[in-house]
């Protein structure tokens, strides 16, 4: 069976958005293997660069990866789906995926050594979210998509 997870970078911090990332992630765990994997916030990154931050997060992210990884990174300039269509999109995968890997980036985005890795980019909408709001907006679709692939009354069309 296909394991899914979600690795983000830094913790969340808003206690709201904690419990909604934690409801959905206990409800997608009765449909599949799923896990968040939060990355440490880096230290000291008043004297980093925005680049040097990305490039000391990516390395971060691609040493949780595994070789075998399908790894889908949430970005802007990334497929959006319908969430009906994100279901069957997962629903394929579950075919040939041993895990897939979703990331969530920093506040500045992607390394372009993490851009290099990744099989493919998810666009959530053309707004911009804080990349801790991401997580919630991400878990429910996941989660979503997991009714949706049941049949299940929780997504109405």
């Given amino acids: 069976m296909m ?3 979600l690795i983000v970078v ?4 808003n206690q709201h958005l904690v419990a909604g990332i934690e409801d959905y992630a206990q409800r997608i765990a009765h449909y599949m293997p ?3 994997i939060t990355l440490p916030e880096l ?3 008043k004297s980093l660069s925005e680049q040097q ?4 997060e990516g390395e971060q992210i691609l040493k949780t990866i595994l070789p075998t990884d399908t790894v889908v990174l949430l970005d802007e300039h990334g497929t959006m789906f319908r969430s009906i269509d994100f279901a069957k999109w997962i629903e394929k995968k579950q075919g040939f995926c041993k895990r897939l890997a979703f990331v969530i980036g920093g506040p500045y985005g992607f390394s372009s050594s ?9 666009s959530l909408s053309k707004m911009t979210f804080s990349h801790q709001m991401v997580r919630l907006v991400f878990t429910e679709q996941l ?3 997991c ?3 049941k049949g299940e009354p929780y997504h109405h069309e």
């Fill in 53 to 56: 931050q990305k490039e000391k």
């Fill in 43 to 45: 230290k000291n990154t």
């Fill in 147 to 149: 009714t949706i692939i």
């Fill in 3 to 5: 394991k899914t997870v």
């Fill in 10 to 13: 830094g913790k969340t911090v």
């Fill in 114 to 122: 993490v851009y290099d890795r990744a099989n493919e980019k998810i």
């Fill in 34 to 36: 799923f896990e968040v």
């Fill in 143 to 145: 989660y979503r998509a």
